[in-house]
């Protein structure tokens, strides 16, 4: 499958994207990467990485065509968002309908929006996460794929625990679009469904004394 990403920033969940497609056994690749922002590091690592990276200016009249024209003319079955710091219009939304992800530091619907793992401290919550979903035409509102639970300990400050999430971001945002490539995920009414055996059973966790 022929992954396209947005990003804006350090690019760290792009890497783990890029990473994943260097198994042989992994059935996506990366092949553009697309930024806001000209200095994005996402563009170096794409470009280290050989595949084809592109800044639009979101300035520029027609931004949301010019980045849906790149992700058509290059066969783009699959667009990733990854720390993309804009809202996408319904009419980006609609021409990609079913074809966008994203990944979001807290377990939504908890904390949509920016800040979200400093919202899950200041909320005082044990336990917060990330999450990748559909994108939709709301902020942080689209139909949930997988998400990975994540304590907050007492000593936990932002940069701490945006860490912590970080580690499980780069886990779920790859196995997310491999079960996506493999055909293993549905959409029906809102709710996601994976294809029965997508996964063994699991044990919970209570925070912060973990089993
Ligand atoms: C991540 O925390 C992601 O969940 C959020 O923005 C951050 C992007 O980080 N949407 P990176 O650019 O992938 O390193």
Do not use: W
Request: net charge neutral; proline share 6%; hydrophobic share 40%.
């Amino acid at each position: 499958m022929r992954v396209g990403v947005l990003a804006s920033g350090r690019g760290s969940n792009l890497q783990a994207l890029i990473d994943a497609g260097g198994n042989a056994n992994f059935p996506a690749e990366v092949v553009l990467v697309l930024s806001d922002k000209k200095n994005a590091y996402a563009l170096e690592r794409a470009s280290m990485a050989g595949i084809r990276a592109r800044h639009l200016a979101p300035k520029e009249e027609g931004f949301y065509r010019k980045v849906g024209d790149e992700i058509e003319n290059h066969g783009i079955e699959l667009v990733c968002c990854a720390g993309f710091m804009r809202i996408l219009p319904p009419e980006f939304v609609s021409r990609f309908s079913g074809r966008i992800i994203n990944i979001h530091p807290s377990l939504l619907p908890s904390f949509p929006g920016l800040h979200a793992q400093k919202k899950a401290l200041d909320a005082g919550v044990r336990v917060t996460g990330c999450t990748v979903h559909f994108v939709d035409e709301g902020v942080d509102t689209g139909p949930i794929i997988l998400q990975a639970a994540v304590p907050i300990l007492p000593r936990d400050d932002e940069g701490t625990l945006s860490e912590r999430i970080l580690a499980y971001e780069h886990r779920i945002y790859p196995l997310a679009v491999r079960l996506i490539a493999e055909g293993n995920v549905r959409c029906i009414d809102g709710i996601v469904q994976f294809s029965e055996n997508a996964f063994p059973g699991h044990k919970g966790f209570i925070s912060p004394v973990s089993e």
